[in-house]
């Protein structure tokens, strides 16, 4: 389905400026040589190292921003550079840098923030009028954080065909099975990607594929014409773990000490791109083949990092609504360390926020999100004394909130769409309620995806389907896809015809599955549920159910 959304790419990409502190000298050597003798901050001294450090890495000659802001004497011939008061605007308006988490929550890694002090030099050099000063006076980008060096990454892996992007779509979101098969169990301690196309390659995300979801991947490239095929909210199917991401200013930074992401020999990595072909200024999209690169440990660490995704797939947001508010609270399945977060929702998705609710003590603010934009989207760390220490049982709130008004709609062959329902699904017409939650573990902790499940079922009335849909995604929804599919497997020598039923309805609702489940065919699920209870309770589904854990 073709649609038309806004270029997202701002007029000026990252800038960070960090203090500019009388004792590192920047004010007075500022005044030796300016361009104007009245200015007290000028390009080469102050302004030129904070943008070197943190705005040429996405703003330089074929780098991904719409213009380069690499030194040269030629962009001040006419008193200025071009881009100045653009970028400084941004800056200062908040539309750069581009990072969506408040400052007011918690502390998190690698912060793409302005201080007020940082402001204020922006704000001086442009009040001065753009002062550039003495050459001489540059003593190169500023000393910032950095993630430790990792060396060359252990893979390097590519989509088998480069693929050209739909130019009839501003915005083409396409996944690609990576062409590898893990022959052993591998260590993942950190992932990147580097675009083919920097212009028009807006961010990339990765998903590891487990073993037993390999095949519903390869369905659905092979139901798709040409390299890959086409996606949006995920790539397609269950609830996956994410195993990293990029988006221009992201930094590779590596998962803790003593740690690493387990892929399972037998596994798959899909590769989802997002093409922005606005970025192209109507020339046509070349082929394109981005890498993935992939640095590994060959020991096998004390802890691994699993990405739990609780993710709220009874939500429905009523038409019309400009602000409705969809919450969830989830559990944790098991103790760990919580080192990162990703938010997630679609294109009607206004604000998002978590918070973490241990047992006996106070909530503390997780993430929060004033201003989603899906475009933006990413992982974020916690700072290293930010991390967050769970236990299983603990709570986590996760409130989404969107606006499904009328005037807020995305367009659809040309026109803006018509509100209606909206329930939890993977197109681009669908809506997510979704949060990463990478937690640390010791590494031979076993199988805990449904870990929250068993206490929570015991409290359900008997025959409720709605509570034992809601007890399968308390832990997150890695237990939902498979708690959901051995029930099903289980099913056909006691509750042949109710489970038929809910097929029947499933085929007939135009919702997600989960939507149908718990809306459109909330009767017929229930029937097979109090069918299927017993025998779930009398261990007639044992073997089934040891697949997820049980």
Not at 54 to 59: A, G, L, N, P, Q
Not at 126 to 137: I, K, S, V, W, Y
Not at 249 to 264: D, H, K, M, Q, Y
Not at 485 to 513: E, R
Request: hydrophobic share 35%.
């Amino acid at each position: 389905m073709s649609q038309r959304l806004p270029q997202h790419f701002p007029s000026a990409a990252v800038l960070f400026v960090l203090p500019v502190a009388l004792s590192t000298g920047w004010l007075a050597s500022c005044s030796s040589e300016p361009t104007d003798p009245e200015a007290t901050v000028t390009y080469h001294a102050a302004v030129r190292p904070i943008l070197d450090a943190r705005c040429v890495s996405c703003h330089h000659n074929g780098g991904p921003a719409p213009f380069s802001m690499e030194y040269t004497a030629d962009d001040w011939k006419n008193g200025k550079p071009t881009w100045a008061e653009s970028a400084v605007g941004a800056a200062l308006d908040g539309r750069m840098p581009p990072w969506l988490p408040s400052g007011d929550c918690r502390d998190l890694a690698y912060e793409r923030v302005l201080s007020d002090e940082e402001k204020q030099a922006l704000t001086t050099w442009r009040d001065e009028g753009f002062a550039q000063g003495d050459p001489e006076l540059y003593n190169g980008p500023l000393n910032v954080e950095t993630p430790p060096d990792l060396g060359s990454p252990a893979l390097e892996l590519q989509p088998a065909e480069a693929y050209t992007p739909n130019d009839e779509e501003s915005d083409d979101y396409r996944c690609f099975i990576l062409p590898t098969s893990f022959d052993k169990d591998t260590f993942v301690t950190a992932t990147n990607i580097v675009p083919g196309d920097t212009q028009m390659v807006h961010h990339g995300l990765l998903y590891l594929v487990p073993p037993d979801g390999v095949a519903n991947a390869e369905k659905l490239d092979k139901s798709d014409d040409g390299p890959g095929y086409t996606c949006f909210g995920g790539p397609g199917g269950t609830t996956l773990s994410t195993l990293g991401g990029w988006v221009p200013g992201a930094v590779i930074a590596p998962t803790p000490e003593n740690s690493a992401i387990f892929v399972p020999a037998g596994s798959k990595i899909v590769l989802q791109i997002h093409y922005n072909t606005l970025a192209l200024n109507g020339a046509p999209p070349p082929a394109e083949k981005s890498t993935v690169q992939i640095w590994t440990t060959a020991a096998k660490p004390a802890y691994r990092v699993e990405s739990l995704p609780m993710a709220h797939l009874g939500m429905k947001v009523p038409s019309g609504e400009e602000a409705s508010v969809q919450e969830r609270v989830f559990q944790m399945p098991v103790d760990g360390t919580i080192i990162s977060l990703a938010p997630h929702m679609h294109l009607l998705g206004a604000a998002i926020e978590a918070s973490f609710e241990p047992e006996g003590a106070d909530a503390a603010c997780m993430i929060q999100i004033p201003e989603w934009d899906f475009h933006w989207q990413q992982m974020y760390g916690l700072g290293k004394d930010a991390r967050l220490e769970a236990k299983k049982g603990d709570k986590i709130r996760l409130k989404c909130t969107y606006n499904n008004s009328a005037a807020n709609q995305p367009m659809v062959g040309g026109s803006k769409k018509a509100p209606e329902d909206v329930y939890w699904g993977e197109g681009t017409l669908d809506e997510m309620c979704l949060l990463y939650v990478a937690t640390m573990v010791p590494f031979d902790t076993p199988d805990f995806r449904c870990g929250a499940y068993p206490s929570c079922v015991e409290k359900c009335g008997d025959g409720d389907g709605r509570c034992f849909f809601d007890c399968a995604t308390v832990g997150g929804g890695q237990c939902a896809g498979c708690l959901i599919s051995a029930v099903a497997k289980c099913a056909p020598p006691y509750c042949a015809s109710q489970g038929i039923a809910v097929q029947q309805c499933n085929q007939t609702c135009s919702g997600d599955g989960a939507g149908c489940i718990l809306y459109d065919c909330k009767e017929e699920f229930d029937a097979f549920y109090a069918c299927m209870e017993p025998h779930l309770e009398g261990g007639d589904c044992a073997t089934q159910l040891a697949a997820c854990g049980l």
